[in-house]
């Protein structure tokens, strides 16, 4: 998924054991309308390519649980790598993070230790347990979701990723109390509303910058009807001063084609817009 204009990076979506089903694509979606090129890579296309499975229907449930059986995640993370050199190469992306989702949290993990990515999140991550003599690899930042009440993870797993894990200076670990595995699909009765929000980001609020600049400069203006700056050529020449600085310091962003903006957040940006943008 493409954004309207210029990435402001390159947004990885790992997928679940599901294939690229309407969730991953809506996950894409999502950061291509926020800004980011969002690439979602068919894990599976080595032996069932194409793969969209709904994890709410039983049959499909199953078929994706053997499927992952046979998946290979040593060739997965190469994949991984490849489609990090394929954004920074061919979509000319300099600054890309990933995001992943059960199989995709593990291959986070894995991108973290193994690749130069700028920044991963993995969501409900399995087998990480089992990975953790590689977090000495780990040198950008890296944050993994945790529902407590993982049926997937079980509290001596999530034990030991604290363990392994809470000391690392590039590593966080979020705790979700109650929650299961799944708790942030996009669609789907394993979806809970107020995890998915907690863990995801609000949209932020946006302030045009052009406007900003026309306010500032008003306001500048609005200074020489004061009585007290009428009746002082130093005050005069003070805001005078600035408001030609702060006029021609404006021209020449324009002219030099660059977009100002302001933004107001109403939470902390997702983890991954951070490290990618850092």
Same mark, same amino acid.
């Given at each position: ?64 649980? @053997? ?51 700028? !920044? ?39 034990? !030991? ?47 045009? @910058? ?7 400069? !008003? ?58 943008? !850092?």
């Amino acid at each position: 998924a493409k954004p309207a204009g210029k990435p402001k990076a390159a947004i990885i979506v790992i997928q679940e054991i599901f294939g690229v089903n309407a969730g991953i694509r809506r996950k894409c979606d999502k950061w291509a309308e926020d800004g980011y090129l969002a690439v979602a890579p068919d894990l599976f296309f080595r032996f069932e390519p194409g793969l969209e499975l709904d994890p709410d229907i039983e049959p499909q449930f199953q078929q994706a649980l @053997g499927l992952f059986g046979k998946y290979d995640p040593d060739q997965g993370v190469r994949d991984i790598e490849a489609t990090i050199r394929w954004i920074r190469k061919a979509a000319g992306v300099a600054k890309v993070g990933c995001v992943g989702y059960c199989l995709g949290g593990k291959l986070a993990y894995m991108a973290a230790a193994r690749t130069d990515i700028d !920044a991963s999140v993995g969501y409900y991550g399995v087998m990480i347990d089992q990975m953790l003599g590689e977090s000495h690899a780990i040198a950008n930042p890296l944050l993994l979701h945790i529902p407590t009440a993982d049926h997937f993870v079980g509290p001596e797993a999530q034990q !030991a990723m604290h363990a392994g894990l809470d000391g690392h200076p590039r590593v966080t670990l979020h705790d979700y109390a109650g929650l299961d595995h799944g708790f942030a699909t996009e669609h789907g009765a394993r979806r809970n509303e107020d995890g998915a929000q907690l863990a995801d980001p609000a949209p932020p609020s946006g302030i045009s @910058g052009a406007l900003v600049a026309i306010v500032l400069l !008003a306001g500048l203006g609005t200074t020489f009807l004061l009585p007290r700056v009428q009746a002082s050529p130093g005050l005069q020449w003070a805001f005078g001063s600035a408001l030609v600085v702060f006029g021609a310091w404006l021209g020449l962003l324009r002219f030099a084609n660059v977009r100002l903006s302001v933004q107001i957040w109403m939470r902390k940006p997702h983890y991954v817009q951070a490290g990618v943008q !850092a």
